[in-house]
């Protein structure tokens, strides 16, 4: 336990503490409310900058993009590093990028502190799975990934919703000033009371062949490239939606700049029903019959969604309701897979977080900046991209399984 006494103690193996889900969880906040906190004021940085709303949307891509290739390295250094040091410096950092993004004069340096802040926004969400898997074992594992799941979930829920308030209110800068603020007392929060669940004796070296010995290990293996594209897409499913949300809701549905709850509160409403009930789960269902009652959930609303958008009218309640019932399905699958995936490198879970991380935002990123402005023209492109993505992830994890055909205890 060397170089863990001047920090505080971390919560006991195989023991939940909701001090250190809470702290993880904030963590882990810090990407969606860099996403979810200015989608409202997209429309007044277009206006303020004089450039159209794809010139605005590229702030979203530049910011995903720098943030999936900094995952690659946030696992790698905190293998070799420790836990705590790659978190607070990542913190340091976004908060410099996000006093950048407040004072931006062009939409040109905006995409600039965008992308710094996408750089260094990851650092708690690959970390924060490590210290999980540091600590926990088995059920317990994936009971304390939906704990954080949950608490995690209040953030985009509400981002859009203070965002839309900021914008209304002080301006589309204000949005940056209060994310500042939060990122500082988050900051201090960290530096108190994260925990090192890394010690020296168990960290890799920082070594350059050793790391791409290592990326190849992780890479090369099937199950790992399967199970990683599985909640990838399946984010990608509904990510459709959040970047196209001002096309989504004002231009198709009508609805305000003050009412992104409209679509952001059923989601995380979903996401946190989905959360709980894979925590109940855990140690009753095998992971595997959990990720089968995810795609329950998820597979009935890619059937009703694209026939509420091709015959009902335009009614925000309607079209949002399919999507409230996939993140049901999608939270539900999450947590079983995570832990899946990180369970089969158990000396390089920094890593493997960290490759999860980047094919999920690196595929997130494109959709931001290719797919989304095509699908969000309309309430049928935006279903049919739901259900295709979906289809796509349900037919890898088929593959997984039958690459890996002994069932799992129950």
């Known amino acids: 336990m060397s170089g863990e006494a001047d920090h505080p103690a971390p919560a006991r193996a195989g023991r939940r503490s909701w001090a250190l889900a809470g702290l993880l969880a904030t963590l882990v906040m810090l990407g969606p409310f860099s996403i979810d906190l200015y989608l409202p004021a997209f429309g007044a940085i277009g206006a303020e900058f004089g450039v159209p709303q794809v010139a605005v949307q590229a702030t979203l891509s530049a910011y995903l993009f720098a943030y999936a290739f900094m995952m690659l390295w946030h696992g790698a250094l905190s293998d070799a590093l420790g836990r705590r ?49 540091d600590r926990y074992h088995g059920a317990e594992a994936q009971k304390v990934m939906s704990q954080i799941t949950l608490v995690f979930s209040i953030a985009p829920a509400v981002a859009p919703v203070i965002g839309g308030i900021l914008l209304n209110t002080l301006g589309w800068r204000s949005v940056f000033w209060a994310l500042l603020a939060f990122t500082l007392a988050l900051l201090a929060w960290t530096a108190r009371s994260l925990p090192e669940t890394h010690p020296p004796s168990a960290r890799t070296p920082l070594h350059p062949r050793t790391m791409a010995r290592n990326y190849r290990s992780v890479l090369g293996r099937p199950e790992f490239l399967l199970l990683a594209f599985v909640p990838a897409l399946n984010f990608c499913a509904f990510f459709v939606y959040v970047a196209g949300a001002q ?38 269902l095998a992971p595997r019959r959990t990720v089968r009652l995810g795609y329950l959930f998820m597979g009935a609303a890619c059937i009703a969604n694209p026939a509420l958008a091709a015959l009902a009218p335009a009614h925000v309640a309607i079209h949002v309701a399919p999507l409230f019932v996939f993140m049901i399905g999608s939270s539900i699958v999450m947590p079983s897979i995570t832990v899946m995936l990180l369970d089969l490198f158990p000396t390089m879970r920094g890593l493997a977080s960290s490759l999860q991380g980047f094919i999920q935002f690196m595929l997130s990123g494109i959709i931001a900046g290719t797919v989304a402005p095509l699908l969000d023209r309309s309430l049928v492109g935006l279903a049919s991209g739901m259900a295709a993505f979906t289809a796509a992830s349900f037919a890898l994890w088929l593959a997984y399984l039958h690459r890996n055909r002994a069932p799992s205890p129950t």
Do not use: E, H, K
């Not at 950092?93 to 407040?102: H, I, K, P, R």
């Open 85 to 133: 040091p790659v978190v607070l410096a990542g913190l340091a950092v976004y908060a410099v990028a996000t006093l950048g993004c407040a004072i931006a004069g062009n939409i040109s340096s905006l995409w600039l502190v965008r992308a710094l802040q996408g750089l260094s926004a990851g650092s708690g969400l690959v970390v924060g799975r490590a210290i999980i898997r």
């Open 247 to 284: 096309s989504f809701l004002v231009d198709l549905l009508g609805v305000s700049t003050l009412g992104f709850g409209w679509l952001f509160i059923p989601l995380i409403a979903g996401v946190m029903i989905g959360a709980t009930v894979s925590g109940r789960v855990a140690g009753r």
